[in-house]
C-alpha cells in the first residue's frame, strides 16, 4: 500500500459567490510526481496553494501526513521571482539561513552551480525557474508543491525543469505540480489528477487514464476536458487560477 | 515545535531578513544618493546660520526644523515599498512555508532599514557636531545657565531623540507598505504616511484646540501624541532648555517618549497583521 503524504477530504474553497473547488477528495502519494492538470480557471492553483498550507478551504480538510520537519511543505509559485541586486548564491543563502540548511547543497540540486554568482535579475526564464525550485527544497521538506513551473519557458527549459522534478520523487520527494504540458506529465508523473470546472473529474496513474480513456493521455485528456492543450502554454496569473 | 525552539526560528529568521536589508541597502545607489542628498542638505543648513560657530544648543537649534521635515523624509523613502515588493515577487507567500512568523519577518526588514535610516541621518549630523567641537573652541561665547553648560552630551541627546523620530517614521513607512499591496499604492500610503507625521498629528491638534477639545491644561501632554510635535517637544526640554531660565514646557518628557515609542510599537503591530493577513 503507497504511503498518503497530503490528504484532501471532500475540499471545496470559494471565493465571494465563485466556487473555486468543490468536493475534491484527493491522495498524494509520497515518493511519487502528482500532477494536476486542467484548464484555466479549474482550480489547479486553488488547490495547490490549499495543499501547500498557504489557504485554507471553506470546506474539508487537507491533512499532512509526513514526517516531523522544520519545513512540512515547499513551495514554488507560478511566476518566480527574486530581490535584484543579490546573485543566486546570495539568494538561496537567505532561504537557506531561515532553515539552517546548505545553499551549496541547494545549487547541486537544481544543477546551478555553475551559475552561483550571477545577479538573478540576468538570469534566463528556465533558470529563474529552476532557482525557484532550489528555493522550494531549503530545509529539505518532505513534499515539494510546484505551481506551472514550466509556463512560459521554452521546451528545452520545461524538459531540464521537469526533469529535476522527476529525480526529487526518484529521490523519495512527495512532488505535487501543476501543468498544461500534457507530454511532460505523462512522462514524468506518477498520477495524474484531472480537475475541470472545480471538481476532481479522474485521479490515476498515467497507464490507468490512458487505459479508461483509450489513447495516450495527451488526446484523452484533450477530449474529456476542454482547454487542456498538449504543449506549454502560457501559465495562468499568480493567483488567478480558480477563483 | 516547543517555544524555545520557535523563539530560536524566529530569531534566526529576523538575523537573516536584518543582513538582507542591509544588504540591499548598502548595494543600492539610490540609498548613496539619498545619504549624500541629507549631508548637502545638514551642511548647507547648518553654514547657513550661525550656530556651529557658536556652540552645540545654536547649531540644534538651527538644524531642528529641517530635520523635523528631513528626517521623516529619509525614513519613507527607505521604507516606503520594502514589503509591498516583497508582496509582490511573491516572497511573502513563499515566507509562509518557512519557519517564520510574520513578527520576525516585520522585525528583520524594520531594524535592516533601521540601521541604513539612522546611517544616512545621523552620519551628517555627527560631522556637523564635529565641526562644532573643533571650531567653537575657547574662543566661542559661553552659552550656560543655571541648568549647565553647552556641551557635547546636548548634542548627543538631540541626536538620540532624532534617531527616536527616524525609527517612529520608518516604523509608520513599514506599516504603509504592508498594507498597500502593490508599488504605486505603497507610493500612495508612503507619502500620506510622511503627511500624517510631519504636519498631520500637529494640524489635529490645532484643531482639537481651536474646538476646545484640548486645553491649555492637557495640552503638553496631548502634544505627546503627533510625533513631530513630541520630537520638537523632547528637543526643547532636554536640550535648548539649558539655555533658558527655565523648562520651556513645550510637552511632558515622558509622555514625549512613550508617544514616540507607541508610532513605532503602532507601526509594527499594524505592518506584522497586514503580513499575517496575506
Not at chain 1, 129 to 144: D, F, I, K, T, Y
Not at chain 1, 220 to 243: F, I, L, R, W, Y
Not at chain 2, 72 to 77: G, R
Amino acid at each position: 500500500m503507497t504511503d498518503t503524504r497530503l490528504r484532501a477530504d471532500s475540499v471545496a474553497r470559494t471565493f465571494g459567490d465563485v466556487r473555486a473547488l468543490t468536493g475534491v477528495d484527493l491522495d498524494v502519494p509520497a515518493a511519487a510526481v502528482t500532477a494536476l492538470v486542467g484548464p484555466n480557471g479549474s482550480g489547479k492553483t486553488t488547490l495547490l496553494r490549499l495543499l501547500a498550507g498557504l489557504d485554507a478551504p471553506t470546506a474539508g480538510t487537507v491533512t499532512y501526513h509526513g514526517p516531523t520537519a522544520t519545513r512540512e511543505v515547499g513551495y514554488l509559485p507560478q511566476r518566480p521571482s527574486f530581490r535584484p541586486g543579490f546573485t543566486v548564491a546570495e539568494t538561496l543563502g537567505f532561504y537557506a539561513r531561515l532553515v539552517d540548511d546548505d545553499p551549496e547543497r541547494l545549487l547541486t540540486r537544481v544543477g546551478l552551480s555553475a551559475a552561483a554568482d550571477r545577479r538573478v535579475e540576468a538570469l534566463s526564464g528556465g533558470m529563474t525557474r529552476l532557482v525557484g525550485v532550489a528555493q522550494s527544497l531549503a530545509g529539505s521538506p518532505p513534499v515539494v508543491v510546484l505551481d506551472e513551473p514550466g509556463s512560459g519557458l521554452d521546451p528545452e527549459a520545461t524538459a531540464r525543469v521537469f526533469d529535476v522534478v522527476g529525480r526529487l520523487a526518484a529521490d523519495g520527494r512527495t512532488v505535487v505540480v501543476s501543468s498544461h504540458d500534457l507530454a511532460l506529465v505523462e512522462r514524468t508523473a506518477d498520477r495524474v489528477a484531472v480537475l475541470d470546472g472545480g471538481e476532481l473529474v479522474a485521479d490515476d496513474s498515467p497507464a490507468g487514464l490512458r487505459g479508461s480513456w483509450g489513447g495516450p493521455l495527451v488526446e484523452t485528456v484533450v477530449n474529456h476536458v476542454d482547454g487542456v492543450t498538449t504543449g506549454p502554454t502560457e501559465g495562468d496569473t499568480a493567483q488567478g487560477d480558480g477563483q | 515545535m516547543t517555544h524555545l525552539t520557535r523563539l530560536r526560528a524566529g530569531l534566526a529568521a529576523t538575523r537573516a531578513v536584518v543582513a538582507r536589508e542591509l544588504t540591499a541597502v548598502v548595494r543600492s545607489r539610490s540609498y548613496w544618493l539619498l545619504t549624500a542628498g541629507v549631508g548637502v542638505v545638514v551642511a548647507s543648513v547648518a553654514a547657513a546660520g550661525s550656530g556651529v560657530d557658536t556652540g552645540y544648543v545654536p547649531t540644534v537649534v538651527d538644524l531642528l526644523v529641517p530635520t523635523e521635515l528631513l528626517v521623516p523624509a529619509v525614513a519613507f523613502a527607505v521604507g516606503y515599498r520594502v514589503i509591498a515588493d516583497d508582496d509582490r515577487r511573491g516572497t511573502l507567500t513563499v515566507l509562509e512555508t518557512y519557519p517564520v512568523p510574520p513578527s520576525a519577518y516585520v522585525l528583520g526588514v524594520y531594524l535592516g532599514r533601521l540601521v541604513a535610516v539612522l546611517a544616512a541621518v545621523s552620519l551628517p549630523l555627527t560631522a556637523v557636531g564635529g565641526y562644532v567641537a573643533a571650531s567653537a573652541g575657547p574662543a566661542s561665547p559661553v552659552f550656560a545657565t543655571h541648568g549647565g553648560v553647552d556641551n557635547p552630551a546636548l548634542y548627543g541627546r538631540f541626536l538620540g531623540t532624532t534617531a527616536l523620530l527616524a525609527a517612529a517614521a520608518l516604523a509608520v513607512a513599514l506599516a504603509a507598505s504592508a498594507v498597500s499591496g502593490s508599488r504605486r499604492r505603497a507610493l500612495v500610503a508612503g507619502l500620506l504616511g510622511l503627511v500624517a507625521v510631519v504636519a498631520g498629528g500637529d494640524l489635529g491638534l490645532l484643531a482639537a484646540v481651536d474646538a476646545g477639545v484640548v486645553g491649555s491644561d492637557t495640552l503638553s501632554s496631548v502634544l505627546a501624541a503627533s510625533p513631530t510635535s513630541a520630537y520638537r517637544g523632547l528637543v526643547f526640554e532636554t536640550v535648548v532648555a539649558v539655555a533658558v531660565e527655565r523648562s520651556p514646557g513645550t510637552v511632558a518628557v515622558g509622555p514625549a517618549v512613550a508617544g514616540l515609542v507607541g508610532w513605532i510599537s503602532l507601526g509594527l503591530l499594524v505592518a506584522t497583521i497586514a503580513v499575517s493577513r496575506r
